[in-house]
């Protein structure tokens, strides 16, 4: 089945590379309205020259008020919203959990799921205005299934599904669907990181450990 996304007005967090990246382009290129914040500005600038009908404004979602900013930018262009990509997130620390400083820990369940709060806040009204519309947040398997030395990130995925299940109660009856997506690993620089790391507080071989990153998919 397929369904037009022509004419819908779309934001996305860290819409500049990645999963954020394809999530955006893919929009564009289906004639969506798309609006992307990130954090990496030579990111944005790369993105803006692939997709200059796209707008973009560099925002941290760990922060209300550069959410705020965000949402007051993409509004003068877009005039309303339809779907809300919460993609934002960090892999966070890896280690076990008493060498993990709290400082670590409060960053990372900054990003990934105080950031969708600030942002789905703000989208709600526009969303109840237009009509309905779509969240979709932004989870991860190990939401789903945990992540051992890495329970930052984890417990800020798991938070992510209990957040996008309670939301889409609350927000059915306005026509509003809320979705959770759980994507396994991803191959580019960040999941590179994170096997090293992973490797490294394990100390086992990187190839054995990357083996079994890619078993989880």
Request: aromatic content about 2%; overall charge negative; glycine content about 10%.
């Given at each position: 089945m397929q369904v037009s996304v022509e004419g819908l007005r779309v934001m996305v967090t860290a819409g500049a590379a990645g999963i954020g990246r394809a999530i955006a382009r893919a929009f564009v290129d289906a004639g969506a309205r798309v609006h992307v914040c990130d954090v990496d500005e030579q990111a944005l600038e790369a993105f803006a020259k692939e997709c200059p009908a796209a707008g973009t404004v560099r925002a941290d979602v760990s922060s209300p008020a550069e959410v705020d900013a965000f949402f007051?930018?993409?509004?003068?262009?877009?005039?309303?919203?339809?779907?809300?990509?919460?993609?934002?997130?960090?892999a966070g620390p890896t280690g076990r959990v008493e060498d993990i400083s709290p400082e670590d820990w409060e960053k990372t369940l900054a990003i990934n799921i105080n950031g969708q709060f600030y942002c789905a806040r703000r989208a709600v009204p526009l969303l109840k205005a237009t009509g309905g519309g779509s969240i979709i947040n932004l989870s991860s398997s190990a939401g789903v299934m945990g992540f051992p030395l890495r329970t930052p990130y984890a417990a800020s995925k798991w938070a992510v599904v209990g957040f996008s299940k309670s939301l889409s109660m609350e927000l059915g009856e306005f026509a509003i669907r809320v979705n959770a997506i759980c994507p396994g690993s991803v191959a580019g620089?960040?999941?590179?990181?994170?096997?090293?790391?992973?490797?490294?507080?394990?100390?086992l071989p990187?190839?054995?450990?990357?083996?079994?990153?890619?078993n989880q998919n």
């Open positions: 007051d930018d993409a509004q003068t262009q877009l005039g309303g919203l339809d779907v809300l990509v919460n993609n934002a997130g960090i620089p960040r999941i590179d990181r994170v096997i090293a790391a992973d490797a490294e507080a394990r100390g990187l190839a054995s450990v990357r083996q079994t990153y890619l």
